[in-house]
């Protein structure tokens, strides 16, 4: 399962931290820090979602 889940991290981390840095963008956040920021939230973010993506795969 843990391949699973770095395979999964790799496709579900960029997809968060590309639409967290296009929502940081739209709202008007335009220099390096929040989108740098934001990046790093939806990389964080995708950790808990590549879990229970992974374990609902392994299982089924």
């Not at 296009?22 to 820090?33: C, D, H, R």
């Not at 939230?41 to 992974?54: D, E, I, L």
């Amino acid at each position: 399962m843990l391949r699973l889940g770095f395979i999964l991290h790799l496709f579900i981390g960029s997809t968060l931290a590309g639409s967290a840095m296009i929502a940081a963008l739209v709202l008007g956040f335009a220099t390096l820090q929040p989108i740098l920021l934001s990046a790093l939230v939806g990389f964080v973010a995708a950790f808990p979602v590549t879990y229970f993506v992974s374990r609902a795969i392994y299982n089924a």
